[in-house]
């Protein structure tokens, strides 16, 4: 029989990452959290850099101080078309995992109310007997849980699954060799081989940048085809041969249509687990502070966490859409972003991929992409 811990918490966080800590950070400067017993379980210590989030945004963002470098100048490049993509007033931001861990701690650290212990979360229950978590043996109950905990659902009809994976290399040079102010989004020249792939530069001074091979295909690739593609696209396409590898990273993040619950009785789930992770792009950053927001909104409306919109269902269908065309490869996911690029204001594309323009303007964008693949594709998401 487990154990039940003593305490009954207010709030549980199961999972302290990018949803976890924004959420805790974001009610702390709400003011949410004073009084209130607070605990965050995470099997990790979260103190490794181990990832970047890049997103774009207008505004100063709840994580302003922490942004590592930001941009307004962008390039797209693909077989045959190159367009400078100036992007102001939105900037395109970058920050570091490692920094934004620090910082979101370091908010809770004045509260003795905010508790933190590494663990594994083995289950988390919503019965008869209550709403909390379970370590091993021992339940811990609370009267709310905010969960990024998921598990890939079964496989279902009409549901697509594909992967987006990535390995960076944070690169420095003797020479001057970038331009800081200036970034790559995405560049497809290289081979499409495997599916929808693209490399990525994001220059942080003259010196040193980091050089990301991104596919959106249904499984990984063995461990040094990516280096290879690597080094071809930093030797051939960036001319660079003299370098120091700094640091590098490898990812994996789900790109699917699937609709991942908002909640089971008092637990609410975040970030990926929360279908916060857009179906097609596989950005999460700034979706995750806008849930944030709407769940501290509805704390401070309500008094719970459960007055908040669930994902956008247009947006959802369009992911849907854009997800069985890449899955079929009907189209060439290098030729839709290349006429997104060339047909559209690169400021409505962002728009568009953040899940905020309007229907007149998505009109305008899906009327630059081919009509008949995503019509027949629209139609079979429909029925
Ligand atoms: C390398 C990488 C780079 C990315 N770059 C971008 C980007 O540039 N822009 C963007 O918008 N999105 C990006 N994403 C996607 C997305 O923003 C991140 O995956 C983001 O971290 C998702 O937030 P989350 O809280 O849902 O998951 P996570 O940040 O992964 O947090 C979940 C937490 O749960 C913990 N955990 C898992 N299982 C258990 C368990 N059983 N018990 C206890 N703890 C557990 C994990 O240790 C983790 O800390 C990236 C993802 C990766 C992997």
Request: hydrophobic content about 40%; aromatic content about 12%; charged content about 25%.
């Amino acid at each position: 029989m487990p154990n039940a811990s003593n305490v009954n918490y207010d709030f549980l966080f199961a999972g302290a990452g990018c949803a976890g800590l924004s959420l805790l950070y974001q009610m702390i400067g709400a003011g949410l959290l004073e009084g209130k017993r607070v605990l965050l379980v995470d099997a990790d210590a979260k103190e490794a850099n181990d990832r970047t989030w890049c997103f774009w945004e207008k505004e100063r963002g709840p994580f302003e101080a922490i942004v590592h470098h930001r941009w307004q100048e962008l390039h797209f490049f693909s077989p045959g078309f190159g367009r400078s993509l100036s992007i102001a007033p939105y900037f395109y931001k970058l920050i570091r995992g490692a920094d934004f861990y620090r910082h979101c701690k370091a908010a809770a650290a004045p509260f003795p109310n905010i508790e933190f212990r590494q663990a594994r979360v083995d289950e988390v229950f919503y019965d008869a007997r209550g709403t909390g978590v379970r370590i091993g043996s021992e339940r811990i109950s609370a009267d709310i849980v905010f969960s990024s905990l998921y598990d890939k659902p079964a496989p279902a009809p009409g549901v697509h699954w594909l992967l987006q994976h990535f390995k960076g290399r944070l690169i420095e040079t003797p020479e001057p060799r970038f331009e800081p102010a200036r970034a790559t989004l995405m560049d497809f020249r290289i081979g499409q081989e495997e599916g929808t792939s693209f490399v990525y530069v994001l220059p942080f001074s003259e010196r040193e940048a980091l050089v990301e091979y991104t596919l959106f295909t249904g499984k990984l690739l063995e461990p040094a085809a990516y280096d290879r593609q690597l080094d071809s696209y930093i030797s051939g396409t960036l001319g660079i041969t003299d370098y120091t590898i700094r640091d590098d990273e490898f990812g994996v993040i789900p790109m699917t249509n699937h609709r991942f619950p908002q909640r089971h009785n008092r637990v609410v789930y975040l970030g990926t687990a929360g279908g916060r992770t857009k179906g097609s792009s596989g950005y999460t950053f700034r979706n995750v502070q806008r849930h944030s927001a709407a769940i501290v909104e509805s704390l401070q409306r309500h008094g719970h966490p459960f007055n908040v919109a669930a994902p956008s269902p247009r947006f959802h269908f369009y992911d849907s859409v854009l997800l069985e065309i890449l899955q079929k490869r009907s189209l060439e996911g290098a030729d839709i972003f290349t006429d997104l690029f060339r047909k559209n204001d690169p400021r409505t594309v962002l728009r568009f991929l953040d899940n905020d323009t309007s229907l007149m303007e998505d009109v305008g964008i899906i009327s630059s992409l081919p009509t008949l693949p995503f019509a027949r594709a629209a139609v079979r998401q429909l029925f």
